[in-house]
């Protein structure tokens, strides 16, 4: 069976220093790879969206970045990070079949705080 | 602006009645619709999906309804049972290149009651 991995599960960081976070599926291969974002009384909002390796979409402008650096690995970083990067990530996968609606699939996800 | 709108930020029921969370969305483009489950510190769970081409999607206690010209969908849970209380997202997305990028509701906790 496939599993999402997500760490860590918590992180306290001080305004400007780096981030990074880290995602691996198991039990699968060549899935679709997302990050999202969940600040305080809000929905979750999708920051990027990966169909292959170093294959990477952004969906809202922000000092984050991603990359994919193998198949099934998903790492969100920053540089310097903002008060406003505060909330809740979470890595998510689909399988990747053409046209076909798949659902996505969530890790646990990684409570950061900025100090 | 808000594409997907989960109007009631809670609902309480007694265990054993029908639990009813809606979900409207603005965008006519969307084509794929989903409910999620979230306990607190743990990742949303995938509940159950339906195509635009249906109106009806039933899994044990958990059935979506769709209605395309209101833009609104619905998950009917019955009989409610204590351990569905948890936080309820309501998502949509446009098939398209396959990527499926979805669009989520801001939530609606439910609270089933003994």
């Known amino acids: 069976s496939q599993t999402i991995h997500q760490w860590p599960a918590t992180l306290v960081q001080p305004v400007g220093s780096p981030l990074s976070l880290e995602c691996t599926v198991e039990?699968?291969?060549?899935?679709?790879l997302y990050w999202y974002r969940q600040a305080a009384g809000r929905g979750l909002q999708l920051l990027f969206y990966s169909i292959g390796i170093d294959q990477i979409s952004s969906e809202v402008p922000q000092n984050l970045s991603a990359s994919r650096p193998q198949d099934r690995q998903f790492i969100l970083s920053s540089k310097k990070l903002l008060l406003s990067d505060s909330g809740f990530y979470l890595c998510?996968?689909?399988?990747?079949?053409?046209?076909?609606?798949?659902?996505?699939?969530f890790g646990d996800g990684t409570r950061l705080s900025i100090l | 602006d808000q594409q997907v709108k989960q109007n009631s930020p809670s609902l309480s029921v007694q265990e054993g009645r029908i639990s009813i969370l809606n979900c409207d969305y603005t965008?006519?483009?969307?084509?794929?619709f989903l409910w999620y489950k979230k306990y607190p510190a743990e990742g949303p769970t995938f509940l159950i999906s339906i195509s635009s081409i249906k109106d009806k999607n039933e899994d044990g206690r958990f059935t979506v309804f769709l209605n395309k010209s209101a833009k609104h969908l619905s998950l009917h849970i019955v009989p409610s049972q204590p351990g569905d209380s948890a936080v309820y997202f309501c998502?949509?997305?446009?098939?398209?290149?396959?990527?499926?990028?979805?669009?989520f509701g801001k939530g609606t906790k439910l609270t089933v009651n003994p």
């Open positions: 998510a996968w689909s399988v990747r079949r053409g046209k076909s609606n798949q659902p996505q699939h």
């Open positions: 039990g699968t291969s060549n899935p679709n």
């Open positions: 965008n006519s483009m969307f084509d794929y």
């Open positions: 998502a949509a997305s446009i098939s398209r290149g396959g990527s499926e990028k979805l669009v």
